[in-house]
């Protein structure tokens, strides 16, 4: 049995790395464009998922920067109205009896002066209202609401008694007011106001933004306003945001608490999150679809390179190379094709986060998860892809490969 | 026949007589670990020529005994090989010839570990290939086996360099500068490496197949139709390049053709017909070997 002690002790068939690196790469280098479109398939996938993952990402963490500055324990007290819901009014007494829920910071009123409009000048027909509302308000409204003032200045306790207004910024566009100069006026019910300011758009109460705001004191005096608050912004300690929302509604209207509607203005903006998180999942699903696709098509681009080299393989079984060179030769081929595909997407998906999210003037954030797992996935479908056509290559055997 | 004290301390092997030229041809294939090396050398001394051995070229590199393969079953068998006994001598040039369908390629195969028999044994010096695994017969060919194909079979990605080179390549093993070159220098490639398949004639490629089967300095050769693709002055160019290989370098070369002309480049020519060999001619001539594959027409 020397003879055979002798070739079992022949030194095993070893697939170094360049040379691996070298033969996968045959295929690749002498069919470019085949390789470009079986790549493209994969590419296409992972930039998906990678842009997708990316823009959800980068709008979260936009929208935690944004209900950071906003804060998170605004709470609005709103009459509810409609048929049987009420009055459409809160208590004179509201305003006084929530401040006296000890975690409350802030309050401030808000009352909608009712019947009034505003008008560019008094020969606007009475009808053209714009869709713009009166709103009588508290001097601390712009700090409660974390708003800001775009132009002009904001309500003091003098111009509160006087004709002034301070325009929300749908309001300044519908009235065509673009700057403020200090003798703009509007008309005002009966009444010219001028207009000293122009407000941000406020992020928590859009409502706001297609009003003209003027003093509580001015509404009594000019527009026969009675102050009944209708809503009622509150501040509250971050920490009791929950125990506060429990007791609002009957500590705002002890009688019909059911007349008194409660909100967290942010959750409106965190519903649209996930609104879009549902979105997200669509499109990563579609992602997968694209991946999955490109698999089948490296697998077809394989088995067809596998046919077209049958004489190839037959040759190298021939001259010593083992079923697993073979195996490993065309693995290795799908698995270039699909990192190059994967390399190719992540930096695609990259592209077009950075683009979208610096047109929206986000921060571009892409989580390592979708790269890692771009990269990660696109390598295990390119190693599935690879399978079958690299068995089937090692499977020839040597003569008959040669034979064709 | 005589027994040698070394075969003897190694197992039942048969007698082994070697040719001086043995001595030139014995290698030690590069790469190998020291392990190895015993294992080699101890064979090397099995198969020395130092012990008191004869200039007769009667010794096998290769034997068939009783082969037998047959494809299909039942009624539809067809029997390629029917117990062929055959034996290729040690630095010889032998040819199998015979009619197609004769089953000469499918003997050369089986020698060569490339298919296996369906029974009967096939030895390559004291390995049974037909006892060999996959893996086995894979080695076996990677370190033992030259191979020179109708088709040149060139792998077309590579340079002419790398081809010659790309059995050892396999092997993990490091080339011998020196012998590449004589190689090299015998085909008359030395100014051709560099260049791809694509780029090269069919007698050009011949050559290169020639040269990475001297390469990594085989127990065998074999060429199956070496010249089928090729014009008869190219393919006389090839012949002679295997000639001279088996009375420089003693290579051990098993030829499978149908051309009586370059039969006659051989030592000697073994007649297969029907998968069972029929004849055998040494120092065959052209016309010699046509006249007698002639009959096998009636």
């Not at chain 2, 028999?117 to 390559?124: D, E, H, M």
């Not at chain 2, 033992?144 to 790309?166: C, D, K, V, Y």
């Amino acid at each position: 049995m020397s003879a055979m002690t002798s070739l079992s002790a022949l030194p095993r068939s070893r697939v170094n790395g360049p040379d691996m690196a070298r033969t996968a790469t045959v295929g690749m280098r002498t069919r470019r464009m085949r390789t470009a479109l079986s790549a493209l398939g994969i590419m296409i996938g992972i930039a998906a998922m990678v842009a997708v993952l990316g823009l959800s990402e980068s709008s979260k963490s936009e929208l935690l920067a944004q209900l950071d500055s906003l804060g998170t324990n605004l709470l609005t007290v709103e009459a509810s109205a409609g048929i049987g819901a009420g009055s459409g009014e809160l208590p004179d007494s509201a305003a006084a009896m929530i401040s006296r829920i000890a975690p409350v910071e802030v309050t401030t009123t808000v009352s909608t002066v009712a019947g009034a409009n505003v008008y560019r000048s008094d020969f606007i027909p009475s009808g053209e209202t714009n869709g713009i509302t009166v709103q009588a308000v508290d001097l601390s409204l712009v700090d409660t609401l974390a708003g800001g003032l775009h132009e002009g200045r904001w309500l003091d306790s003098a111009t509160a008694s006087y004709p002034t207004t301070v325009l929300g910024s749908v309001t300044a566009e519908r009235l065509g007011i673009h700057s403020v100069t200090g003798e703009q006026q509007v008309y005002v019910g009966d009444t010219w106001f001028t207009v000293i300011g122009i407000l941000d758009e406020f992020q928590l109460n859009p409502d706001l933004d297609r009003a003209a705001l003027v003093g509580l004191d001015a509404a009594a005096t000019y527009l026969d306003d009675d102050n009944v608050p209708t809503s009622i912004l509150v501040r509250v300690d971050p920490d009791q945001v929950e125990s506060v929302l429990e007791v609002l509604a009957r500590t705002t209207n002890p009688q019909n608490p059911e007349e008194v509607d409660v909100a967290r203005p942010t959750d409106a903006l965190e519903a649209r999150e996930s609104a879009d998180d549902a979105l997200t999942s669509l499109f990563l699903g579609l992602g997968a679809v694209a991946l999955l696709v490109g698999g089948v098509g490296i697998a077809n681009m394989m088995v067809i390179s596998v046919l077209e080299r049958r004489a190839e393989i037959g040759l190298r079984r021939a001259l010593g190379a083992t079923k697993r060179h073979v195996a490993v030769q065309f693995l290795g081929e799908a698995l270039l094709l699909s990192a190059l595909g994967g390399i190719g997407g992540v930096a695609l998906g990259l592209l077009a986060t950075n683009i979208y999210a610096s047109l929206r003037g986000w921060d571009t954030i892409v989580p390592a998860i979708a790269i890692y797992g771009g990269l990660g996935s696109a390598l295990v479908i390119g190693a599935i892809a690879g399978l079958y056509p690299a068995i089937r290559a090692a499977r020839l055997s040597p003569t008959e490969a040669l034979r064709s | 026949m005589q027994s040698s004290t070394t075969a003897g301390s190694q197992g039942t092997h048969q007698p082994i007589r070697t040719n001086p030229q043995c001595s030139r041809r014995r290698f030690i294939p590069w790469g190998r670990t020291t392990s190895d090396l015993d294992v080699d050398s101890s064979i090397a001394a099995f198969r020395s020529p130092s012990e008191e051995e004869s200039n007769t070229m009667t010794e096998s590199a290769a034997r068939a005994v009783s082969a037998m393969k047959t494809y299909g079953e039942g009624d539809t068998a067809v029997h390629a090989l029917n117990h062929v006994d055959a034996h290729f001598t040690r630095g010889a040039f032998t040819c199998i010839m015979g009619p197609s369908g004769s089953g000469k390629s499918t003997l050369m195969h089986c020698m060569a570990g490339l298919d296996g028999l369906t029974s009967g044994q096939a030895f390559i010096g004291d390995t049974d290939v037909s006892e060999l695994d996959e893996i086995g017969r894979t080695l076996l060919r990677r370190d033992r086996m030259g191979f020179i194909f109708q088709a040149f079979n060139l792998i077309p990605t590579l340079s002419a360099r790398e081809n010659i080179l790309f059995p050892q390549r396999l092997a993990s093993a490091k080339p011998d500068e020196e012998w590449f070159e004589t190689v090299v220098q015998k085909v008359g490639l030395a100014h051709r490496l560099d260049h791809r398949p694509s780029e090269l004639s069919g007698g050009q490629q011949q050559r290169v197949a020639v040269a990475r089967a001297l390469a990594s300095r085989p127990e065998m050769v074999f060429a199956d139709e070496p010249t089928g693709n090729l014009d008869s002055t190219t393919g006389n160019e090839i012949l002679s390049f295997m000639r001279s290989a088996v009375d420089d370098f003693g290579q051990t070369t098993v030829m499978v053709t149908h051309d009586p002309y370059a039969a006659a480049y051989a030592d000697r020519v073994v007649f297969l017909a029907d998968g069972k060999v029929v004849d055998e001619m040494m120092d065959p001539t052209g016309d010699a070997v046509l006249d007698r594959m002639k009959q096998f027409r009636n």
